[in-house]
């Protein structure tokens, strides 16, 4: 019998199977789902997104208008907006399908727009012409600024979180909410200060007083306001981070705006009149914008800015979400009660998901 003077290559190459093995079911165990509200029946539904079908429908509150997804999948956040007048973001464990604490946003009214960045909950709050930012660790509503803008609607906050873009639908404005840490004070006496007092009548600190290294720093955030026009509410931003894209649903233009420069560079008359949701493809190649007015969905060209489709979707469409892999397009058609799906390759209708009446908000969720 002839004797293997040498074993360690094949050992080597079992692990290495082994290990690539692994990885690749590792790969493939990860989950995907799409989020969907219904207005009418107030329920998230849950839905598979391999095979389309509805995997459960969870009680939310009255009036839920927009869901987003922790980072890790596992928990859902849903706004209940009641025309800017309520104040509750329902929680939804995923994996169990059930509803947990509501998170209540008093007295900031009327959540809204919501985005779940550096494990926290960042909304609108549109009764208020604020923002806030929750934290579920601490379950405590944690910073907040006022806009000054009337109806504070939609709300996109940038990976690191240093910048926060919203629109203000009815003063026809966006947002550019930019960090700009400052230094805190070291109790300096004010020039203008009387008795030579900081901060006017305040007291000097005590004689143990330590001030914070450097001054320490604060939160602090700069608003830039662009004008572009009224009814402009649903927006996105070029995968480049280059562009903020915005549809007005009253004179159906879509404004586009250099973030860099912080200013408009160029507008669209793109007759989307009723314009609700705008979203671009993960590849950054079209734009889709849904309307409520007509049931079209426009699809443009980001780089020419030259219409390439129109897509009837029905008699009347809003939430708009994207699948990942760039194969795919969720359309909630609000007065047909279903959920479209477009082949982002042929951009056809390829499926129709019955998620309840009056779908609105999408999301994404990968476990």
């Given at each position: 019998?002839?004797?293997?003077?040498?074993?360690?290559?094949?050992i080597t190459i079992s692990?290495?199977?082994?290990?690539?093995?692994?990885?690749?079911?590792?790969?493939?165990?990860?989950?995907?789902?799409?989020?969907?509200?219904?207005?009418?029946?107030?329920?998230?539904?849950?839905?598979?997104?391999?095979?389309?079908?509805?995997?459960?429908?969870?009680?939310?509150?009255?009036?839920?208008?927009?869901?987003?997804?922790?980072?890790?999948?596992?928990?859902?956040?849903?706004?209940?907006?009641?025309?800017?007048?309520?104040?509750?973001?329902?929680?939804?464990?995923?994996?169990?399908?059930?509803?947990?604490?509501?998170?209540?946003?008093?007295?900031?009214?009327?959540?809204?727009?919501?985005?779940?960045?550096?494990?926290?909950?960042?909304?609108?709050?549109?009764?208020?012409?604020?923002?806030?930012?929750?934290?579920?660790?601490?379950?405590?509503?944690?910073?907040?600024?006022?806009?000054?803008?009337?109806?504070?609607h939609m709300i996109y906050?940038?990976?690191?979180?240093?910048?926060?873009?919203?629109?203000?639908?009815?003063?026809?404005?966006?947002?550019?909410?930019?960090?700009?840490?400052?230094?805190?004070?070291?109790?300096?006496?004010?020039?203008?200060?009387?008795?030579?007092?900081?901060?006017?009548?305040m007291p000097p600190p005590?004689?143990?007083?330590?001030?914070?290294?450097?001054?320490?720093?604060?939160?602090?955030?700069?608003?830039?306001?662009?004008?572009?026009?009224?009814?402009?509410?649903?927006?996105?931003?070029?995968?480049?981070?280059?562009?903020?894209?915005?549809?007005?649903?009253?004179?159906?233009?879509?404004?586009?705006?250099?973030?860099?420069?912080?200013?408009?560079?160029?507008?669209?008359?793109?007759?989307?009149?009723?314009?609700?949701?705008?979203?671009?493809?993960?590849?950054?190649?079209?734009?889709?914008?849904?309307?409520?007015?007509?049931?079209?969905?426009?699809?443009?060209?980001?780089?020419?800015?030259?219409?390439?489709?129109?897509?009837?979707?029905?008699?009347?469409?809003?939430?708009?979400?994207?699948?990942?892999?760039?194969?795919?397009?969720?359309?909630?058609?609000?007065?047909?009660?279903?959920?479209?799906?477009?082949?982002?390759?042929?951009?056809?209708?390829?499926?129709?998901?019955?998620?309840?009446?009056?779908?609105?908000?999408?999301?994404?969720?990968?476990?």
């Amino acid at each position: 019998m002839k004797q293997i003077k040498n074993p360690a290559p094949f050992i080597t190459i079992s692990a290495c199977l082994l290990l690539c093995t692994g990885f690749a079911c590792s790969a493939q165990s990860s989950k995907q789902f799409l989020l969907a509200l219904s207005k009418r029946d107030h329920t998230l539904s849950i839905v598979d997104a391999s095979t389309l079908q509805v995997l459960g429908r969870v009680p939310v509150g009255d009036d839920p208008h927009e869901v987003i997804a922790s980072s890790d999948g596992k928990t859902a956040y849903v706004s209940i907006y009641g025309g800017g007048s309520l104040h509750t973001i329902n929680v939804i464990d995923l994996v169990a399908q059930k509803r947990l604490d509501d998170i209540d946003t008093k007295p900031l009214l009327g959540p809204h727009g919501l985005a779940f960045v550096n494990n926290k909950v960042w909304f609108t709050a549109e009764g208020s012409k604020t923002i806030g930012r929750y934290d579920p660790l601490t379950k405590a509503i944690d910073w907040a600024m006022g806009t000054g803008q009337d109806r504070t609607h939609m709300i996109y906050v940038t990976n690191n979180a240093k910048k926060i873009y919203t629109t203000n639908v009815a003063s026809g404005t966006v947002s550019i909410l930019q960090d700009t840490p400052v230094q805190r004070g070291n109790f300096a006496p004010s020039k203008n200060a009387p008795n030579g007092q900081p901060n006017g009548n305040m007291p000097p600190p005590p004689a143990n007083f330590q001030p914070p290294v450097n001054g320490g720093q604060r939160e602090n955030r700069e608003q830039t306001l662009i004008t572009v026009s009224h009814g402009s509410e649903g927006f996105d931003v070029s995968a480049d981070s280059s562009e903020l894209w915005t549809a007005s649903a009253e004179d159906g233009k879509i404004y586009i705006i250099n973030l860099s420069a912080k200013k408009l560079a160029a507008t669209i008359d793109a007759k989307v009149n009723g314009a609700n949701r705008l979203k671009f493809t993960p590849d950054g190649r079209m734009v889709f914008i849904s309307s409520l007015g007509s049931g079209n969905l426009a699809v443009f060209d980001a780089k020419t800015h030259k219409p390439i489709k129109q897509i009837n979707t029905g008699h009347g469409a809003a939430g708009i979400i994207m699948q990942p892999d760039n194969t795919r397009a969720y359309i909630a058609c609000t007065a047909d009660n279903y959920i479209a799906v477009i082949d982002l390759k042929t951009l056809e209708i390829t499926n129709k998901i019955d998620a309840g009446g009056e779908p609105d908000g999408l999301a994404w969720a990968i476990q």
